[in-house]
């Protein structure tokens, strides 16, 4: 069992920056692989980011590969995502997931924080 809570969403202008992170519960958070998920107002949730289990492998979906860097830190069972160079089109809700195999498809994510609102004005 994972439990993950989101923070550090909020309100930036178009071009700046935010971190966000994402807290993980449970001894086995280093077995499992992570993303970041987004679902803006009217549309489905998409794959953003995710790392494998030992951060040996990265994979990014094309409209934030550049812009947006995953990390995570197994000794502090925590999971982050700098967004640098924000663009309107990336105010949604984030969501950091938990899978244990390296997929990017959302339903094959096991465990999913509640979300944190990122909004990019322009």
């Known amino acids: 069992q994972v439990q993950l809570v989101e923070s550090g969403g909020g309100l930036e202008q178009a071009g700046g920056s935010l971190r966000l992170s994402c807290a993980a519960s449970?001894?086995?958070?280093?077995?499992?692989?992570m993303g970041w998920f987004r679902q803006a107002p009217g549309k489905e949730r998409e794959f953003v980011a995710a790392?494998?289990?030992?951060?040996?492998?990265?994979y990014y979906a094309d409209s934030v590969k550049g812009r947006f860097t995953i990390s995570r830190d197994n000794a502090k069972n925590m999971v982050y995502l700098q967004m640098n160079s924000l663009k309107p089109e990336d105010t949604a809700v984030y969501y950091c997931?938990?899978?244990?195999?390296?997929?990017?498809?959302?339903?094959?994510?096991?465990?999913w924080g509640q979300g944190t609102q990122v909004t990019v004005s322009s």
């Open positions: 449970g001894r086995t958070f280093s077995s499992y692989a």
């Open positions: 997931a938990a899978s244990r195999r390296w997929v990017t498809a959302a339903r094959q994510y096991n465990y």
């Open positions: 790392i494998s289990w030992i951060e040996t492998s990265t």
